[in-house]
């Protein structure tokens, strides 16, 4: 079945560096999503990326989809403590409705 | 945005006892609804798809006996937990999406099921 490998698994960065984390499939997507999840919290819908080589920018967080649909990225420039959170992946192949979600980054901002 | 409110937020039990988990879209119709199991700094894992009026799609591995999902109308879905169990203890989250394929999931606020 579909596998969907996410790195790093954590990632402890003082605040105003940059981050990234990075999302690989094992199948073609038709789409990919990213969500937040807060500690103690759900997943709330960031993104979603359609297009092959498609880059989308929200404020300090960009997203890109790669050219073979396969990969893709989330950077955050200069972070800060409300980007703490686990920030996860999870693609639309085929037909299916059902994601397949990533195995997640852990981010940490250290003031 | 789209609003999926889930409720209990909490629950802690006795072993055996059978626990309900209420889904809601609050301001959409939620054709499909999606349930989830997380364990503590894991990924969200599928249980099971389901639409409404018709029976849920379970993943492999899911006892569908044991997790009861139904899902009647398009702004409701339940899962009913049967006989739980200290290993069933998990935080569940559902999750409500539209007519489309491609549109984005909404998350309900999950419920962390401690299981004694």
């Known amino acids: 079945g579909q596998q969907v490998m996410q790195i790093p698994q954590y990632q402890h960065v003082q605040e105003g560096e940059d981050f990234t984390t990075y999302c690989n499939s094992s199948t073609t997507l038709s789409n990919i999503q990213w969500y937040k999840q807060r500690p103690g919290g759900h997943p709330v819908f960031l993104i979603q990326?359609?297009?092959?080589?498609e880059v989308k920018k929200q404020k300090r967080l960009t997203f890109q989809f790669g050219e073979a649909k396969k990969n893709s990225s989330l950077h955050i420039t200069a972070t800060q403590t409300t980007d703490v959170g686990t920030y996860f992946c999870?693609?639309?192949?085929?037909?299916?409705?059902?994601?397949?979600f990533g195995s997640g980054t852990q981010l940490t901002v250290l003031p | 945005g789209a609003v999926v409110s889930q409720h209990p937020s909490w629950v802690i039990c006795k072993s055996g006892t059978s626990v309900k988990i209420e889904c809601r879209s609050l301001d959409f119709q939620a054709t499909t609804m999606f349930w989830y199991r997380q364990f503590p700094k894991q990924s969200l894992m599928l249980m099971a798809t389901s639409n409404e009026g018709s029976k849920a799609t379970y993943e492999q591995g899911v006892e569908k006996d044991k997790f009861l999902i139904n899902h009647a109308s398009l702004t409701l879905s339940t899962l009913t937990v049967t006989s739980a169990h200290p290993e069933d203890s998990s935080f569940y989250i559902c999750?409500?999406?539209?007519?489309?394929?491609?549109?984005?999931?909404?998350f309900g606020d999950g419920t962390r099921l401690s299981i004694l």
């Open positions: 990326l359609v297009k092959s080589g």
């Open positions: 999870a693609g639309l192949s085929g037909s299916a409705r059902q994601l397949t």
């Open positions: 999750s409500g999406s539209g007519t489309e394929r491609s549109q984005p999931q909404h």
